[in-house]
């Protein structure tokens, strides 16, 4: 950490800026420059609270040169993290994962088309939501417990593996009962208490950025259930917020890239909710396939105008269809390839 | 609801849409314009799930002719709500409340100080994290219960009133037993099992916006915990997300005024973290009064290098009187005024 | 445009604003609701100044069911234009067409070794910055009339065209001597009076989305280029401003589907300033052709560590070698494939 | 400037930079720490390409230590800059500057009304434009010479001052031939051969903050204008871009407190376009005067039904006139006072 002084600090100003970060236990480290001194703090662990030195008298800046986080970052393991499913196949490899379903479970019928039809055109994980976080209270809140025993009879008919989302301690006991991929939603991203308990849990964690989160956010976050014991962290882009109402959100595709520089973590990108609009998930899962994404969460609906939620995102079975085929050649040019059931045996 | 068709569509995709709408329960009302057609959809009662009717065939758009909350809004409570608290005061009513102290509970010591000079300089509810949400794991994460303990001890010793946050449900059971204001953190705002649960209780809840919430985003989340039947919320605009670093948050000042015309709720402001620097806390305060908030909570420490969490955002207790006694005048400007123990006898 | 009316609007309000529509020579048409009455003005020739009757008393809200902006539209012009390049490509068809060359033009030597560069690795249009708008007075602002020269200059010895951008109207006359294809930068996209005279030119325009920009926006600022004669504008994403510092910008790759769904003009992407990281740059040049791209803007030097500007975004040699090779497989992936010189003879 | 290296650069990278500073005719200083190596460089005028050093090998990031502008900065001047008008009030000072009219100037009739209008309100200077940016080239765009002419005559009449704005080299001649103070507007803030040319021109300039600019950018474009010549630069906040469409505009009051920290120069407020909604003006003209704001800008129109431009955010007569009574009455409260015609004797 740099503390940059202002141009009219006063040598007492600096040197209460040196006692007070010795006081802290921390080694202070005096710079002067030509036009204004610069203090270096040794030994940051962490744990300093730099807005209280910021506002110290004659301190103009604070400048942080380490990351905030640790384990997650790449400095700290240079190897790409390796998640392997319970199918064998492995998040974070050379294998492209494709987890597509309803935004909700909605009924067996439903559940069972959608396993049926997202298995034969390719994928290995079926994703639904049980537990449904909805910005008001008179939308439709998923089947609960009910959703969970659909999920399972679906994954039993088809041999998929299971995403879905938790949203509270007692819906993760519960999650992570039936679930192969707890899915932590982009409004639970700072949810603490909830990260903390994916980290006590060893299967793996789907972590969606939340919709205002800095990568260095999302990052952070992840650091929580690794630092409470759990590495299998996979990441989502799924969208950010900006200015523009034409799409959702704003499909940050470049996350996968920045990520995949900064850390050793895995991150898969949601097309679907990178947008709201069915037309165009294609263009977009083809877009993250080329920049590297380590899987995709695609909405799906075997009769989407029927849908609950997200209807008008979720793509008809034979615009998934098409878009498998194309993301798998698009995996091909840049030396990936599409995960598929018994790849590994 | 109104569907826009597309400019092309054909008399077939208009009547499908007319039949889905139907075959949902509602009334489609279709109206051929110069261009294009529109179709009206009466008696929306926010169960209808709009995304799935926007990726019908034909439709350009879906227009929200209603507002999505109903009980938050000015529509159906034109009064405003008038929050009385245990010490005769009253919140949305022409008292502007003064809500202060440290960001963090830190010990017995500093949690009274920092409450005597709060008291001295007008306020009357303290503020003081024991339950804190961080964006690090490896920061100060608040003293928890003993945090409790320590700001009931400050109520005995000054007669303030405690606000503080719960970040969970074990938490929020835990803060309704000693605190007179709850508050739901801006990481917490789309946490809907904690707003349910918040619903259920009668204490006042202090409700704030999240950093990426647009204010019919943080009024829905309101609605969850009117819903659930507590209607003492009060709002709190404390920042949002924006792409300029050179404050924390963007402080919001006009969604004061937006809020006052849309909702019946009250709506204070934090100017702390609003902004992140000290030096532009009282100027903000001061415009977030003039604006017509119906409070302040403002971060104040003893000894602010001294502070565990957000020392740069606390104000000095000097500054925070001065900014007192200019609150205070603009108060006046606009026909309110502090509040003050035993207003009401 | 629909005026949606306050649930309390009085018979008086509504028809005040019908009266002041007629007034304005449009047709109002009152359709009462369940809750509220909406008034539609038909025969919206795009110069309503909505904010008006937006302040009109009883008015909620307006909405705008037609686009803002005609000629650039789909539903003005079913299919694509494709513009014609003095080689004989077109931009907006099958090929996708690669724009190359260091951010500006700083030497005879500099601007041939990168057009030699650029060549080989099979770019047809030579990019590079004559006249630069900087942030700073006191960063390097352009060689100017100088730099066209030797962009001349390199398109005579490797018969690549060329891509250069003016700034304003003298700039603009200048520039059009010697371009083959005149780019608006991002901070002009709404300069009026230079889009205007760029109307009234023939060569194409290359328009960039504004930092700040809807798409919207953009369209609408084409629409001043077509409106005033020049139907040649090929659109260019380029990244926007967001709240996370972790890239230059964020590049919007869902704005070419977007562009695609809403207009009949060409869009091409530019993925360094898109990132503003040289490292992240082939990923999303391959992002941005899959997803559908009609070209893409990349900055490549001889030499980064040397570049006056924006070196730490330029590709060296060989990465922009390999990325070629990498976004012409994808290309065919979906159908398309790079242009090539002598394409059409 | 710092250049921090990754933790595992090599000794030849470390060198590397501090040979490439050395050959562009800077000092560079490694400073080893206990993860990683930070290379100070030292002497740096503003000429430096930041991006092209962050490119180099080993580089993990650049960090600024000064800040870009200079001649605008409180470092360079301590007082602030007092801009005198030609009726013997001061921009800057103790005294806050009412700046009001419509929109844009529409007749003789329209523009003579709204001067004695808001000259009985209290205003001392008169705004309206005569060139009028318009997103959409079907919108009004002004009466350009004749609405000078019409600026010039409302002059005579009432004694106000003049503000309308140029948005070209050859619309900035005319308008410095009748305005007492040139408006650069929001969409001009980039404009670079516009700034210089106002940089050569004496008369104040008060420059808009574009809709997605830092304020480290809008101070940059000051700049601009200082070092041109000009130093009587009156900056305004007018709202930016963001993610809530419920305002126009994301109001940024907080930005006048940063400015006065940053900069010596006056800022003044436009709570109209800042928020969009006549009905949140006064408000947010309360706040930004409670904020220190040096000024107002304001639209007030004789009859807002009828305006051809931005009626929905025009105060009605007499909103404005209760505006006036608290915008003073809040100055006070500070210690600052409205400026009136003959202040200064």
């Not at 002084?5 to 006081?23: F, L, N, R």
């Not at 597509?100 to 298995?119: D, F, H, T, Y």
């Not at 088809?158 to 039936?178: F, K, N, R, Y």
Request: with cysteine; glycine share 10%.
């Amino acid at each position: 950490m740099l503390i940059v002084m202002k141009q009219d600090a006063t040598p007492e100003e600096i040197s209460g800026v040196v006692s007070i970060i010795a006081a802290m236990g921390y080694e202070a480290r005096p710079m002067p420059g030509r036009q204004r001194t610069t203090v270096g703090l040794v030994g940051n662990d962490g744990r300093v609270d730099s807005s209280t030195i910021a506002g110290l008298s004659g301190v103009a800046e604070i400048i942080h040169v380490s990351k905030p986080y640790k384990q997650v970052s790449r400095e700290w393991q240079l190897e790409p993290t390796r998640i392997p499913l319970p199918d064998g196949t492995v998040v974070g490899d050379r294998e492209v994962v494709v987890m597509a379903g309803p935004c909700s479970v909605e009924s067996e019928e439903q559940i069972l088309a959608a396993a049926r039809l997202v298995k034969a055109a390719g994928a290995t994980v079926l994703r639904g939501g049980a537990f449904k976080p909805r910005s008001s209270p008179y939308s439709f809140q998923g089947l609960g417990r009910r959703g969970l025993e659909l999920l399972d009879l679906a994954r039993q008919e088809t041999g998929l593996l299971i995403v879905t989302e938790a949203m509270d301690l007692d819906g993760l006991e519960l999650v992570a009962e039936t679930a192969d991929i707890i899915q932590v939603g982009a409004r639970s991203m700072q949810n603490y208490p909830l990260l903390k308990e994916c980290g006590r849990l060893r299967k793996p964690i789907l972590l969606k950025r939340g919709l205002a989160a800095t990568i260095t956010e999302l990052l952070l976050s992840a650091e929580y259930i690794l630092a409470a014991g759990n590495p299998n962290v996979i990441l989502c882009e799924r969208g950010i917020r900006s200015f523009d109402p034409t799409t959702r959100n704003l499909f940050d595709i470049a996350a996968i890239a920045v990520v995949h520089g900064l850390s050793h973590l895995p991150i898969v990108a949601d097309p679907s909710h990178g947008t709201g609009h069915r037309d165009m998930v294609p263009a977009m899962a083809r877009a993250a396939v080329a920049a590297g994404a380590d899987g995709l969460l695609v909405e799906v609906h075997p009769n989407p105008e029927r849908a609950l939620s997200d209807g008008g995102q979720s793509l008809y079975p034979e615009q998934f269809d098409k878009m498998m085929r194309e993301v798998a050649a698009i995996a091909e040019v840049i030396g990936r390839s599409l995960a598929t059931v018994g790849t590994v045996v």
